[in-house]
């Protein structure tokens, strides 16, 4: 079993539509999420981090289940420009391996006009 | 620098052959990692440094990967021997210390070809 697995999609909805990722990690040690965007062919980016107590950036939200081991992603009103590969990533494994970072295999959406 | 930079952009290889790729980090940037991705796929945790040090090697496919990172700055991983399945985008990052949050701020990758 991967350490973070992701639906790979791919997600294609319409402009203006709701769309959810899902995420889940194996390692109940882990300390800190993100979720990074990566466009065709281009370096990840961080999109937002993740907090205990949900965030909300913009049209984007996340949560995070510690007791199910699971992060989600949600984007409102999608524009064309959100058409990219989502990463979920949990970083930190333990004490002494507080700097990994583990990616999954991302999650693909395109929003079409 | 205002990124990071990874050189070469691209590299071709004969099977065989060794390479070097470089990484440098994002000036005051104390840790430095290492990935690659396969086309269609997602990123491979190869290593990473905190300071000149890597805490964790797991990563490394083979005792054909090495990497080095000195005076904690530029970081070269080498790949001897190369073999066609090391085709890949190999990936640097590298983030500020301290804090859970920090983001990993990424270079453009090395496209590796082996032949």
């Known amino acids: 079993r991967k350490e973070v697995e992701q639906d790979p999609g791919p997600f294609n909805v319409p402009e203006g539509a709701t769309v959810a990722f899902n995420c889940t990690y194996s390692n109940s040690a882990s300390q800190s999420f993100f979720w990074y965007r990566q466009d065709c062919r281009k370096e990840p980016k961080l999109l937002m981090s993740v907090y205990s107590s949900g965030n909300e950036d913009g049209r984007f939200t996340a949560q995070l289940n510690r007791a199910s081991q699971y992060i989600s992603l949600l984007i409102r009103d999608s524009k064309l420009s959100d058409s990219a590969t989502y990463l979920c990533?949990?970083?930190?494994?333990?004490?002494?391996?507080?700097?990994?970072?583990?990616f999954g295999d991302g999650t693909t959406l395109t929003v079409k006009p | 620098g205002a990124g990071v930079s990874q050189s070469p952009s691209n590299k071709v290889t004969e099977k065989g052959k060794d390479v070097e790729l470089r990484c440098d980090p994002i000036?005051?940037?104390?840790?430095l990692y290492w990935y690659r991705q396969s086309l269609g796929q997602g990123l491979e945790f190869l290593i990473y440094f905190q300071g000149n040090s890597a805490p964790d090697k797991s990563g490394l496919p083979s005792d054909r990967f090495s990497a080095e990172r000195t005076g904690g700055s530029v970081s070269t991983l080498t790949i001897q021997r190369t073999q066609q399945e090391d085709s890949a985008v190999y990936l640097c990052a590298s983030s500020s210390e301290g804090g859970d949050f920090e983001k990993l701020f990424f270079g453009s990758g090395t496209q590796l070809s082996v032949l």
């Open positions: 000036s005051g940037h104390t840790a």
């Open positions: 990533v949990v970083k930190g494994d333990s004490n002494t391996n507080a700097g990994k970072s583990t």
